[in-house]
């Protein structure tokens, strides 16, 4: 009887100390789940790299930490499930931006909520552009060439953008060798290819013998590709997106008078973002139902681009990024791997984002 005593205490030890185990594991599992919430909601948030639209700066498959806090973090905005983009449509809690130590500057990579997407902000897909314009500038874009406030920007090494190549009388242009130097064919006719180049290897194929001559591909200003555009700013902005006649990026306090000009540059920012609703009637303008002939913007914008001009979807197409859409900087690559063949980048790992 007493060893049948003592063996049950030495189970009910073993179950209790098994028991104390489990509940140490459980609670540093929720307290670590905790911790990596908070981080993630209000400090720090990883984002992947998912189209080529910044390539070469960022390259698909670079997975990156963004900093919440240079910009200012926004407290929640809506309720979700904790590390899921599942959030409770059409709800947004009352929140704020909480000061940051800088301002979104000209020519910062941003991420951002995409804003045409239906949906409360928080619950809006990320995007990543730069922002080449910001609220208060005047934006213009000559034969696909960006102007801010009057000056040519600075073209960066890391931009890509299509030219058209003529080749000597049949001599065919090597895709492998084009893109040896970073290249990349695009399409090609009878009488020139197509093809995405940086700077540096643009200068490299003005160097090869086999080519006649390379010129920036720009589509003609008699072009418009607003009728076929499913955005409704390229609709009301008209021609294309290689031409833009200068417009101002809307600022808080900004005041524009309402014309035939500025309407469609500004209807989707007073309607969509800044929730009024506005028509034309004739030559009259109305807001909220009541006449009016001016409008004073109550939030900044930004005007983003893709660093790869040619294949992004950006602001020339949807339109201004609203304050209240920014979500951080991206401040450093902690992984990347080549999605086509599933090799880690390891040259890029720890790499600084500029």
Do not use: C
């Not at 000009?261 to 004739?282: A, C, M, Q, S």
């Amino acid at each position: 009887m007493a060893s049948k005593t003592r063996t049950t205490a030495r189970q009910r030890a073993t179950n209790a100390k098994a028991k104390n185990w489990a509940k140490e594991w459980l609670d540093a599992i929720l307290w670590a789940a905790a911790v990596a919430l908070i981080v993630r909601t209000l400090l720090f948030e990883a984002y992947r790299i998912p189209t080529p639209s910044m390539e070469k700066t960022l390259l698909t498959g670079d997975f990156l930490i963004v900093s919440k806090l240079n910009y200012g973090l926004r407290t929640p905005m809506t309720i979700g499930i904790p590390f899921t983009d599942i959030h409770i449509q059409g709800l947004e809690l009352p929140w704020f931006r909480v000061p940051g130590w800088q301002d979104v500057k000209r020519n910062d990579i941003v991420v951002f909520n995409y804003p045409i997407d239906m949906k409360v902000i928080a619950a809006k897909t990320n995007y990543i552009k730069r922002a080449v314009a910001v609220a208060g500038d005047t934006l213009e874009i000559r034969n696909k060439i960006v102007y801010v406030n009057g000056a040519r920007e600075v073209q960066r090494d890391t931009y890509e953008q299509v030219y058209r190549v003529i080749p000597r009388e049949r001599v065919r242009i090597s895709e492998s060798k084009v893109a040896q130097v970073g290249g990349e064919i695009r399409q090609s006719d009878a009488f020139a290819y197509y093809i995405s180049l940086t700077e540096s290897a643009l200068a490299e194929l003005r160097t090869w013998p086999e080519i006649a001559n390379i010129e920036l591909y720009v589509r003609p200003d008699s072009i418009n590709e607003s009728d076929a555009s499913r955005f409704d700013f390229r609709r009301g902005m008209g021609g294309n997106h290689d031409h833009m006649a200068p417009f101002v990026i809307p600022a808080r306090d900004m005041t524009i008078t309402l014309t035939p000009e500025t309407y469609p540059v500004y209807r989707l920012v007073i309607e969509r973002y800044e929730g009024n609703t506005v028509e034309r009637r004739g030559a009259d303008y109305f807001i909220n139902g009541e006449i009016a002939r001016e409008y004073t913007f109550t939030k900044d914008y930004y005007f983003m681009m893709g660093d790869n001009r040619d294949n992004s979807e950006d602001s020339r197409m949807w339109g201004f990024v609203p304050e209240d859409h920014v979500i951080g900087k991206p401040a450093i690559i902690y992984f990347s791997i080549d999605m086509e063949r599933f090799v880690p980048r390891f040259g890029r790992i720890f790499n600084l984002i500029n």
